[in-house]
């Protein structure tokens, strides 16, 4: 295997009794990249990451993280690595700096390193001055920089985040991609699920995931570039009625509300004047359509109806999953649960 | 206009700390009224008491017409409550669950049933009825969660944050599926972190330390509070990250998807200029800078440090 | 096995011990009020036993009899039945405990030295009462027979003495009260539950808090995480060893004839144990009432019950006896009883201490064994 791989992941399966979760999952991430991993909820995203830290054994499949075997040395994965769960996974009983004493501890950092580096990360997620508050007495926010800090006290090699900023503020969310972004200049490597597109679009690389298996994975750019239809931005009196009838258009694929603006995204062979007669004629007003690059999240939704095309070719119930119709586009019954710790009885798999 | 929600000098106090410090708003029906604010600002215990379930220090609210003191029970009736945190009982199926709420507010049976099918084909849970509720992932979770909350039609709808952990397909669905409750005739009073969500409500309040510091349309918002605005593509990003964090000139400057957004003080005349010349000095290539109108993000984030720089100047 | 590890997860155990000062009253003080309250209330001590008397001979032998009964302290006699259906009535309303039959003619077969029998009728309802009761008669009975053989040998002019008199040398615990056997095993049992209420949870519960997952994600060992999960508890179970030895020194007057390091020491080594039985327990279940229930039923009964602390091995079928061999408990009664009443040293007491420290370790070892750094 190459050295310059810091993630290197073939053939993941786990299944948690009859659903399954991952479904041979290829995945390689370079030494000092920024992978991002997008999909819909349920995609396998938090038991591919689980694998990864070597706290849930796959059924199938190989994993080498940070140069080890995270199936059969799992010790030697988790001292390199850093993880930061989905779910606030600190003592809520212990101060800020208690928790990350402790975390010093378990990962033996000698005591004259970790104190300075303590000191930089508290100061720079503006944390500093809540080092004596019981992680219980935190906002949302702020828990989740601690997580960061935590993750971050040994120096991993390999960094694993787990939606690390959902439910946290803009303001929190700025102060933890202050530390995420310099990462990478010391040569952490980042795996990040995340449910936010302007997140993703930050990221080297960006894996699509979905049903337990990587779809497309590509830079953003690139990323964009594929999207062939063309997005416009237009404002409409009385916009319910322009979204209704816009829906209904053969050549529209899609219709978003941005506020007083609709994100109209028609099929590539379409011509957009056709759209904007259909408008007037159905007596909407209509102002100024503008040509809009798209976004990370526009090719999210696409890949959501490409995956449903997929499966109407592909007919239904051939992979074993009945009452699939009428569910949203990208996301068909039976979706696999994530585990969830405490929440959701732990799989089997843990005996 | 009616008013479905009326909240005049709202005060909690939990023991020495001040959660809400006399905030007054009020929300019309058929609104989206977007309530946003940094965590810990005080929005989810705001809506605690404003659902009932939490007695305020001091102050005076009417929700749906009825007295927040002495009329709660008349409250929970009128609103639909769907809570920040998984609410529903995991070991109940998603239509067990629906119905259950059903029972308690006292929907007669066949209406529940009827409920039940039109509320899981909106929200596109039909094949999920069935399935334990501590099974689903996040987004179905909340799905589940909302129309548990909506099961007795209530004339307004109290969402902390419903879109949290929620792919961004489910985000879109969960929207358009409230801007048809308000055109509906519904209230909705919602929470959010996502700024781009914000576009969707009429009328939004950005609270800060319990305290409301702004107000409006997210049209007022964007174009009221934060000018001097620039969009900047450059490589590499983090280097002109650093020189522009270091710049006098700058009041903020963050990552905004794979570009830079970044406010210039008041007094800077030219910003884009400004902004080329400081990342010129520093070395960096400067692919584009443009000045753009605000984002919500933005301004959010303007406001809350603005809130912020505020309170540490009040505290030495 | 990393020392520093080891002890940052104990740290922060006895943070959160610290930090939630309900759960540390509760595990001080509830033993020693528990202690005070059974310690009064479990008494085979019986006082003024009352019974009733069947006289149906009359001369001075069958009164000096009765007066020998009404004399002594121990019983209380209430009524003189004239017709046999008062005794069974009396028995059935439960207002005595045994009534005494003289037979007619008591005083003739004792006046011509011929054996004589009184008889005793005792309500067997109550099995133990009954059987103290009838210890206490027999007791006095020797002593009247002593008396009138003396008597009765004075009378002929020699002196022949009895073949057999009993004379109970009675050691450890010369008045057989019941307190000095009862509060050592008082305490050996609290400590028990105690033991497992403190470790059944505390592995389990990081699973349903949350913390879980950033720890079995850390270097951190199955066995670094056990241990430092004990020493917290150790401490605790220190204090309150030492606490139950005062209260039962303080307020009962019991107080330990042998060795006191080597009691602390028992207790200690018996404490491991114990704790490390919640921690497996701790470590294999998925949640926290699991693990409570585990503790209850599968440590806490059968301590109570197999242990010999309310009923003698000596009595049990030889397969309950075996059982009641892998019972950690059973030993340190053993060992706290011997300590307490006979002031026996580590010479005779060696056997169960060993096999309570390889208890200790075993079951940490298990319960590290079983543990798994997995989801």
Redesign the interface.
């Known amino acids: 295997m190459s050295g310059d791989l810091a993630v290197q992941v073939r053939g993941l399966r786990k299944a948690f009794e009859d ?1 399954v979760a991952v479904d041979g999952l290829d995945l390689e991430v370079g030494t000092g990249e920024i992978m991002g991993l ?5 995609a396998g995203k938090t038991t591919t990451l ?1 694998m990864l ?5 796959p059924d199938a499949g190989e994993v080498r993280v940070a140069g080890h075997d995270a199936v059969r040395d ?2 030697e994965v ?2 390199r ?1 850093g ?1 930061v ?10 101060t800020v700096n ?1 928790n990350i ?3 010093a ?4 950092v000698p005591p004259g390193t970790w104190t300075a580096r303590r000191e930089e990360l508290l100061e720079i997620t503006q944390m500093a001055p809540f080092r004596d508050r ?1 992680a219980a007495a ?5 828990r989740q920089k601690l997580s960061l800090i ?1 993750a971050l006290i040994h120096r991993p090699q390999v960094l694993l985040l787990d ?1 690390p900023t ?9 102060d933890f ?2 530390i995420l ?2 990462l990478p ?1 010391q040569g952490v490597t980042m795996l990040l699920c995340t ?4 997140e993703a ?2 990221c080297n690389r960006v894996a699509f995931l979905h049903q337990g298996q990587i779809l497309r994975q590509d830079t ?1 750019a690139a990323l964009r570039e594929s999207i062939h239809s063309r997005i416009f931005e237009v404002r409409c009196r009385p916009q ?1 009625l322009a979204r209704e009838m816009l829906k209904r258009l053969p050549l529209v694929e899609g219709v ?5 603006r609709l994100h109209v995204t028609l099929r590539p062979e379409a011509a957009p004047a056709e759209a904007w007669r259909a408008l007037r004629e159905a007596g909407v007003g209509e102002l100024a359509p503008r040509e809009v690059e798209p ?3 526009d090719v ?2 696409a890949m ?1 109806g490409e995956v449903e095309n997929r499966k109407s070719e592909v007919g239904n119930g051939e992979d074993g999953e ?18 969830r ?7 089997p ?3 | 206009m009616a008013l479905a929600v009326e909240v005049s000098n709202l005060v909690k106090r939990f023991g020495d700390f001040t959660a809400v410090d006399g905030i007054s708003f009020s929300v019309s029906k058929g609104e989206v009224f977007g309530f946003l604010g940094p965590n810990g600002a005080g929005k989810s215990t705001t809506i605690r008491m404003l659902c009932g379930l939490l007695l305020p220090t001091s102050g005076e609210a009417r929700i749906a017409e009825h007295d927040i003191y002495r009329e709660t029970e008349l409250i929970r009736r009128s609103i639909g409550y769907m809570p920040q945190f998984f609410s529903l009982y995991p070991d109940l199926t998603v239509r067990e669950n629906i119905e259950f709420y059903a029972g308690m507010y006292e929907v007669p049976r066949a209406r529940a049933r009827e409920r039940v099918e039109e509320l899981s084909g909106r929200l596109g849970l039909e094949g999920l009825l069935d399935r334990m509720t501590r099974t689903l992932s996040t987004g179905w979770r909340q799905r589940a969660a909302l129309a548990t909350a909506l099961v007795h039609q209530p004339p307004l709808a109290f969402l902390d944050e419903p879109t949290s952990g929620v792919d961004p397909v489910t985000r879109r669905q969960f929207w358009e599926f409230i801007d048809d409750l308000a055109r509906e005739g519904t209230t909705v009073f919602v929470t959010t972190h996502v700024m781009d969500e914000a576009e969707h409500c009429t009328r939004l309040v950005i609270m800060h330390d319990g305290a409301i510091i702004a107000e409006g349309t997210p049209e007022e918002m964007r174009t009221r509070y934060v000018q001097n605005m620039v969009e900047v593509q450059a490589a590499p990003l983090w280097e002109a990250l650093e020189a522009l964090q270091a710049s006098p000139l700058v009041r903020e400057a963050a990552l905004f998807g794979d570009a830079l957004h970044v406010q210039l003080r008041e007094e800077v005349v030219d910003p884009a200029e400004a902004v080329r010349q400081a990342l010129g000095e520093a070395g960096v290539a400067v692919e584009a800078a443009e000045c753009i109108p605000p984002t919500m993000e933005d301004v959010f984030v303007a406001l809350a440090r603005g809130g912020e720089e505020a309170v540490r100047e009040a505290s030495p | 096995m990393n020392r520093r590890r080891m002890m940052a997860v104990a740290r922060a155990e006895w943070i959160h011990i610290r930090r939630d000062p309900r759960s540390l009253v509760v595990i001080l003080i509830l033993p020693v009020f528990m202690l005070l309250l059974y310690g009064y209330g479990i008494n085979y001590d019986l006082d003024r036993i009352p019974f009733a008397v069947w006289n149906l001979d009359g001369t001075q032998v069958s009164r000096d009899l009765i007066d020998e009964f009404r004399q002594n302290r121990y019983f209380d006699l209430r009524e003189s039945v004239l017709e046999q259906r008062r005794i069974e009535e009396l028995l059935d309303e439960r207002k005595v405990v045994f009534v005494l039959v003289v037979p007619p003619d008591l005083g003739g077969t004792v006046g011509a030295g011929r054996p004589a029998e009184v008889q005793f009728v005792l309500d067997g309802s109550d099995t133990t009462r009954a059987s103290v009761a009838l210890g206490y008669i027999e007791g006095v009975l020797n002593d009247f027979s002593g008396q009138l053989q003396a008597q009765w040998a004075n009378r002929q002019g020699t002196q022949v003495a009895a073949p057999f008199t009993v004379y109970p040398t009675i050691l450890y615990n010369p008045d057989l009260r019941s307190r000095p056997f009862i509060v050592p095993g008082l305490i050996a049992v609290l400590l028990t539950l105690l033991a497992g209420l403190l470790t059944s949870t505390c592995i389990v519960r990081e699973r349903e808090w949350g913390s879980f997952e950033t720890l079995i994600a850390s270097p951190a060992a199955a066995g670094e995480i056990v241990l430092g999960k004990l020493i917290p508890y150790i401490v605790i179970a220190f204090a309150n060893v030492v606490l139950s030895i005062v209260v039962g020194w303080v307020v009962f007057g019991v107080v330990p004839l042998g060795s006191m390091a080597l009691l602390l020491t028992a207790s200690m080594v018996y404490m491991a144990a114990s704790l490390g039985i919640g921690l497996f327990f701790s470590a294999v279940s998925r949640s926290q009432q699991m693990a409570i229930l585990f503790a209850v039923l599968l440590t806490f009964l059968p301590t109570i019950l197999l242990s010999g602390f309310v009923f003698p091995l000596r009595s049990m079928p030889t397969i309950i006896a075996a059982i009641a061999q892998i019972i950690p408990a059973t030993h340190f009664l053993v060992i706290i009883r011997s300590l307490y009443l006979k002031g026996a040293g580590l010479e005779i007491l060696w056997p169960q201490l060993l096999v309570l420290a390889g208890f200790a370790v075993v079951i940490v070892v298990v319960a590290a064994g079983r543990f798994r750094k997995r989801l």
């Open positions: 659903v997008v999909g819909p909820d349920g689980r830290c070597g706290i849930l054994l799992p010790e988790k001292a690595i993880y769960p989905q779910r606030f996974s600190l003592h809520r009983d212990l208690e004493a402790y975390l501890d378990l990962y033996t019981l935190l906002s949302g926010g702020m935590c939606e959902t439910g946290v503020d803009p303001l929190s969310r700025r991609w202050q972004y310099d200049r449910p936010y597109m302007d679009a930050r953003p319910h978003e509300v941005f506020g007083d976004s990370l999240e999210f939704v959501g009945s009452g699939g119709t009428g569910v949203s586009p990208i996301l068909p019954s039976g979706e696999p649960p994530p585990p710790t405490g929440e959701t009885p732990v799989p798999g843990g005996k």
